[in-house]
Nanobody, 127 residues
Framework: QVQFEESGGGLMQPGGSLRLSCAAA????????IGWFRQAPGKEREGVSC??????????YYADSVKGRFTISRDDAKYTAFLQMSSLKPEDTAVYYC??????????????????WGQGTQVTVSS
């Protein structure tokens, strides 16, 4: 089972950028799809983006709320996934988590189907 550690969160002004990292200790990271979720206070956990492994051509999924602003990627040699966030908005403020499942779905991200959740990293967008 993969265990993750998220990092890279912080305080950023609207319009700024941050890059989050999701690091695993080692294999079998490369065999899993990696998903990024976020949870704001008082709200349900929301699927943000997902990237398949190379067997599925690294297919990516983005929630409509972040499409065109966020980019997900992975470096299997470093057992790390990334979420590049640009044009940040106050509504992006949340704790961001990464998790795994066998593959990403074109139909969205059900948190109940993901496992191996990390502890999360706080992202705050405020002027």
């Amino acid at each position: 089972q993969v265990q993750f550690e998220e990092s890279g969160g912080g305080l950023m002004q609207p319009g700024g950028s941050l890059r989050l990292s999701c690091a695993a200790a080692g294999p079998p990271f490369q065999y899993y799809a990696i998903g990024w979720f976020r949870q704001a206070p008082g709200k349900e956990r929301e699927g943000v983006s997902c990237i398949n492994n190379k067997d599925y051509n690294n297919f990516t999924y983005y929630a409509d709320s972040v499409k065109g602003r966020f980019t997900i990627s992975r470096d299997d040699a470093k057992y790390t996934a990334f979420l590049q966030m640009s044009s940040l908005k106050p509504e992006d403020t949340a704790v961001y988590y990464c998790a795994t499942r066998a593959y990403c779905s074109v139909n969205g991200m059900d948190a109940g189907l993901f496992g191996s959740w990390g502890q999360g990293t706080q992202v705050t967008v405020s002027s």
